[in-house]
């Protein structure tokens, strides 16, 4: 049932792949830029007000930050990227950690894209999204902070975005409408991740 999800707990952070846990389970990925609005998403979709930082200062997840759901399941939220005032070098580390997770890692089912509802659809978003398709993955884009605007703006985008991963990626990435601050789509989202993860 995807309400395990509410149990998530922190588990650990890793800076490279020698720190990751066993390769086994099942784990779903969440990427986003750093102000899309992915740890909000995370609270909502755990019904927890802290388990991912909500950072007034965007770019603080600097690793990769494991939250087990259970022994078997865990949510994986990747390093955020557009504001962290990092080195070159750290941004580098971290794409070539990312890269590397992504081709190899057998534990991995799924990718949640986060992005801002007004803002849909950059660059980094689409390199995320083309990870997954490549490694044969599923991914679904949740267009968060959707109560910033009125129900048919939300319903605009929501088929042009649609359109357009369709267009880019086939049938592979399915999108949704989602707001932690109104709960909107939290229910359809955990339905995804927990089929993902095993937990129906």
Known sequence: MSLLIERAQYH??????????????????????????????????TRQNSLARVSKTPG?????????????????????????KVPLDLQAHWQAFIDRYFRT??????????????????????????????????????????????RSQQMQTLQKVRKELHSSFGDTVSVQVFSGAARTGVDEARGIIGGWLGLA
């Open 12 to 45: 650990l952070s890793a800076h490279n792949m020698g720190q990751l846990p066993p390769d086994e389970g099942s784990e779903v990925a969440f990427a986003g830029r750093s102000n899309a609005g992915k740890s909000s998403a995370l609270n909502a979709l």
């Open 60 to 84: 603080r997840t600097q690793q990769l930050v494991f939250f087990q759901v259970t022994p078997d399941a865990h949510l994986v939220d990747l390093p955020g990227y557009g504001y962290a």
């Open 105 to 150: 890692r057998e534990a991995l089912k799924g990718l949640v894209v986060v992005m801002d509802i007004r803002h849909p659809l950059k660059d980094y978003d689409r390199q995320m999204l083309a990870y997954a398709v490549q490694r044969g993955l599923p991914a679904h884009a949740l267009l968060t902070k959707a109560d910033k605007l009125s």
